[in-house]
Antibody
């Protein structure tokens, strides 16, 4: 059973870079039918799709964040990561890594438990 | 971006009730809609994909329908564990977008 686990700092200062890692267990990042995805959810709000990457190197980002976001993989560690630069208070949210399943209409079928990131000085 | 308008934003119901939540897309998205359930402090959990397909392990009281722009999630007989927030999501084109959520509360 595939599981995802986010890790990284829970507090980031304004204007700095938010860096999170997602570790995949019970499966391989190299499976071709998946996109590896980051989603965030501010308190009391709906989720916001940040972006995704495939094992073939294709990435897609939300245009609202595109200039600040990078999603990449460390395949040897079965991990993928999120970097968000120049953060501000509006970036405070629970950040989830997730798996998009191409054979299920691109639905997000597996989520990590989420990690809270606060942007504050 | 495709906007997903979900209604109602909140709903009160009794155990055993049949409830329906709707989601409307700002343009046609074929059947590229999924529905998820989120309980406080937890990640969302996939219930329905491709508008009407039940995710493995999800009780059959959950069902989905629709295509094009209008979609529904139905719970045929509410159970105590079903009181949660429900989200629709379109996966027709990036950026994927979510509805604003429906909070289902016990009456």
């Amino acid at each position: 059973q595939v599981q995802l686990q986010e890790s990284g700092p829970g507090l980031v200062k304004p204007s700095q870079t938010l860096s999170l890692t997602c570790t995949i267990s019970g499966g391989s990042i190299n499976s071709g039918s998946y996109y590896w995805t980051w989603i965030r959810q501010p308190a009391a709000k709906g989720p916001e799709w940040i972006g995704r990457m495939s094992v073939f190197g294709k990435t897609d980002y939300n245009p609202s964040l595109k200039s600040r976001v990078t999603i990449s993989a460390v395949t040897s560690r079965n991990q993928f990561s999120l970097k968000l630069t120049s953060v501000a208070a509006a970036d405070t949210a629970v950040y989830y890594c997730a798996r998009e399943e191409a054979n299920r209409g691109s639905a997000i079928d597996i989520w990590g438990q989420g990690t809270m990131v606060t942007v504050s000085s | 971006d495709i906007q997903m308008t979900q209604s109602p934003s909140s709903l009160s119901a009794y155990v055993g009730d049949r409830v329906t939540i709707t989601c409307r897309a700002s343009r046609s998205i074929s059947s590229f809609v999924s529905w998820s359930q989120q309980k406080p402090g937890q990640a969302p959990k996939l219930l329905i994909y491709s508008a009407s397909f039940l995710q493995s392990g999800v009780p059959s009281r959950f069902s989905g329908s629709g295509s094009g722009t209008d979609f529904t999630l139905t719970i045929s007989s509410l159970q105590p564990e079903d009181f949660a927030t429900y989200y629709c999501q379109q996966t027709y084109s990036t950026p994927y977008t979510f509805g604003q959520g429906t909070k289902l509360e016990v009456k």
